[in-house]
């Protein structure tokens, strides 16, 4: 097999922000969303630069300044530029417009809302034994349908069927266009589906199966140490007397107090106080996060900043500051969360 690593291989990510009525939404937009003390988009990111793809085009619309904000020309192993997509285009039409703009030959198109689980050099084998036009990643749903993950191959020749103005989408127009012009379309089956953010209730999910994948991993994050189950960063304090039943990933500078009890899959974000004998379950809290001393926090997502009362009870709430969402502090989650294939079954692409 040819070496991945050329020029003729370029990286799409499909990160455009599209605000719902879910509150997770207003606090920021979803490729940036902390999961597993990383920005979402990161796992598309780095999951290329892994399988030999060296440069990249993050496509946003009004996220594309945070993102490049947080992601700068570099990072998680690949060169980024960035596409704003002012007037919406879809998934197809972005991959057009980013594509077009340099002289590769293959795209590997991916959704900046998921965490891919196929292996990239398999996908790669899979596209070019099939010299096909386009190559969709697809996995079973919990009814044994194959649904799309959000992740392609395009070959440059796909790109001359996408229209270069309005919104052009990949299942519902590139695809069947291809067929009507008698190209290949493959299909590479993954052995899961890929975990995508659609709301609060998938996001604490997809939290959940990261901090649980990353738990197991042997190589720690940068700065971070396993021990056991947890994951804690090296500034991380934990009271001797505190209990860890992983897995448990603790940010930086992270302190947790006496008799405190974590019980995974929790994420504990930088900066974040957990008090003397409070419990934190199956969890996940962004930044300089505080929860009072007996207090109880269960199946919850806390915004940067939130502080929890000492002695409060929290059971499946999103719970943000005010100032930084023009929503109610609390909302109240499904509880016992909807499983995670279930609901990626029917979840549509972000941007088509």
């Known amino acids: 097999m040819e070496d991945d690593r050329n020029p003729s291989l370029h990286g799409i990510v499909l990160a455009g922000a599209y605000p719902g009525h879910d509150t997770i939404d207003l606090l920021a937009p979803r490729p940036l969303l902390p999961a597993a003390q990383r920005p979402l988009v990161s796992y598309a990111i780095r999951w290329m630069a892994d399988g030999g793809v060296e440069t990249a085009t993050i496509c946003a619309n009004t996220a594309a300044r945070a993102v490049r904000a947080r992601l700068g020309r570099y990072a998680y192993g690949a060169s980024l530029d960035y596409l704003e997509d002012w007037h919406p285009r879809g998934a197809a039409g972005c991959a057009r417009d980013a594509g077009l703009r340099t002289t590769a030959g293959t795209f590997v198109v991916a959704d900046g809302t998921a965490v891919p689980v196929a292996e990239l050099a398999d996908l790669l084998e899979r596209h070019r034994a099939e010299r096909a036009a386009i190559t969709a990643v697809v996995a079973a749903d919990t009814a044994g349908r194959l649904q799309p993950s959000g992740f392609y191959v ?101 302190t947790v107090g006496p008799d405190a009890t974590l019980v995974g899959p929790v994420s504990v974000g930088p900066g974040s106080t957990i008090g003397a004998e409070a419990v934190v379950s199956r969890s996940v809290l962004w930044s300089e996060c505080s929860v009072g001393d007996g207090a109880f926090v269960d199946r919850s997502m806390l915004a940067d900043r939130v502080r929890v009362p000492a002695r409060d009870t929290l059971i499946s709430v999103l719970k943000a500051d005010q100032i930084r969402a023009e929503a109610p502090s609390r909302r109240p989650l499904r509880a016992p969360w909807t499983p995670l294939v279930a609901s990626l079954g029917h979840a549509s692409h972000p941007q088509g």
């Open 154 to 254: 395009f070959d440059r020749r796909a790109l001359s069927l996408v229209s270069e103005e309005g919104f052009q989408d990949i299942k519902e127009k590139l695809i069947p266009s291809l067929y009507a012009a008698g190209e290949t379309v493959a299909i590479h089956v993954a052995r899961e589906a890929a975990p995508r953010v659609v709301n609060a209730d998938t996001y604490l999910a997809l939290n959940q199966w990261l901090v649980g994948r990353a738990s197991r991993h042997r190589d720690s994050p940068e700065g971070f140490r396993v021990l056991g189950g947890t994951i804690l960063h090296e500034s991380a304090a934990v009271d001797p007397t505190a209990r860890l039943l992983g897995p448990v990933f603790l940010g930086a500078e992270v």
